[in-house]
């Protein structure tokens, strides 16, 4: 059976940005029960655990009602409870996790660098390096474009940037996730391996006929610092590391490009050496994308004497 070989890029110096996105569970509501606390049941499994609170809406004929936002407690995989006092069960309706740190409940205006919000909100849990999340409206569709936050002051929060165009004004904005900008790696190496479904056609007289389906390239990303690695990297991974299990990881290769991103897990174990005089070695991080990719990311900066801004010469 023919093989289509792994293509690869290697880069001597690459800035890779990695993005921890909290999970925001969601999903129906069936009933709510007669009880304090009562109890709603979903239609399938709600991946949540107690202390979380949840967004309830559009929950019908409960006396009183249910929907708003809500402290949950687990009581197994199709159920959980809410602290209302129901006299009267209800249906329907849906829940969503509110796992984002800050939620814009103000008009919101927006610039290249800035989300700025009327009230003089604080933003008193939003940090440095957190993930601010917001929306471009182009003819009525809502594309979805983020950033890292630099700094703060009241009504303002100044980013390094929207990757995918500035927020049209008026629309929310979420801090939902971590943005660590890791340093300059020894080697980079990106992989995209062609992922072809193969069937052997039988043709009667004619013989047979491999027949091919491409399906994306699977894609694989080794950050290499096993050389040296500071403490500063190991610090900025472990809160990219320390994931809840539905988070997501997204793999931006070169930050100044954050339209080539990819959506990770970590794919290999990975050792550290700990030296008295130069920090740690050995670490070598592997990513793997969870999901083919159509086109690989090349731009401006790869191939023929990109040395000059990512790398030396493949």
């Given amino acids: 059976?023919?093989?289509?070989?792994?293509?690869?890029?290697?880069?001597?110096?690459?800035?890779?940005?990695?993005?921890?996105?909290?999970?925001?569970?969601?999903?129906?509501?069936?009933?709510?029960?007669?009880?304090?606390?009562?109890?709603?049941?979903?239609?399938?499994?709600?991946?949540?655990?107690?202390?979380?609170?949840?967004?309830?809406?559009?929950?019908?004929?409960?006396?009183?009602?249910?929907?708003?936002?809500?402290?949950?407690?687990?009581?197994?995989?199709?159920?959980?409870?809410?602290?209302?006092?129901?006299?009267?069960?209800?249906?329907?309706?849906?829940?969503?996790?509110?796992?984002?740190?800050?939620?814009?409940?103000?008009?919101?205006?927006?610039?290249?660098?800035?989300?700025?919000?009327?009230?003089?909100?604080?933003?008193?849990?939003?940090?440095?390096?957190?993930?601010?999340?917001?929306?471009?409206?182009?003819?009525?569709?809502?594309?979805?474009?983020?950033?890292?936050?630099?700094?703060k002051t009241t009504g303002v929060i100044t980013i390094d940037g929207w990757t995918n165009g500035t927020p049209t004004g008026g629309q929310k904005f979420i801090i939902d996730g971590w943005i660590s900008d890791l340093p300059r790696c020894q080697e980079m190496t990106e992989s995209f391996d062609p992922d072809h479904l193969l069937h052997n056609i039988y043709q009667g007289d004619q013989g047979s006929a491999l027949k091919s389906k491409f399906r994306g390239y699977k894609y694989e990303c080794m950050l290499d610092y096993s050389k040296y690695a500071g403490a500063d990297l190991l610090i900025d991974l472990s809160k990219i590391f320390n994931q809840a299990p539905e988070d997501e990881i997204i793999l931006i290769p070169r930050r100044d490009v954050p339209g080539f991103n990819y959506n990770v897990i970590l794919g290999a174990p990975f050792s550290i050496t700990r030296h008295r005089n130069e920090g740690y070695k050995k670490p070598v991080f592997v990513f793997k994308g969870k999901e083919n990719i159509q086109c690989y990311g090349v731009r401006d900066g790869y191939g023929y004497n990109y040395a000059g801004n990512y790398g030396t010469n493949y």
């Fill in 1 to 151: 059976m023919p093989t289509v070989p792994t293509i690869s890029f290697i880069a001597g110096s690459g800035l890779p940005r990695l993005v921890r996105v909290f999970a925001r569970p969601s999903g129906n509501i069936v009933s709510s029960s007669v009880a304090n606390p009562t109890v709603l049941r979903f239609t399938g499994k709600h991946r949540l655990t107690s202390g979380m609170t949840v967004r309830i809406a559009g929950h019908t004929g409960s006396t009183p009602a249910v929907d708003g936002d809500r402290v949950v407690t687990v009581i197994d995989a199709y159920s959980i409870s809410v602290p209302v006092n129901v006299t009267a069960a209800g249906t329907g309706g849906s829940y969503e996790a509110l796992t984002q740190v800050y939620e814009s409940s103000g008009t919101t205006t927006f610039t290249a660098t800035t989300a700025n919000e009327t009230g003089s909100p604080t933003f008193a849990p939003v940090k440095t390096n957190h993930r601010i999340l917001s929306y471009r409206v182009v003819s009525g569709l809502s594309f979805p474009t983020w950033g890292k936050v630099v700094s």
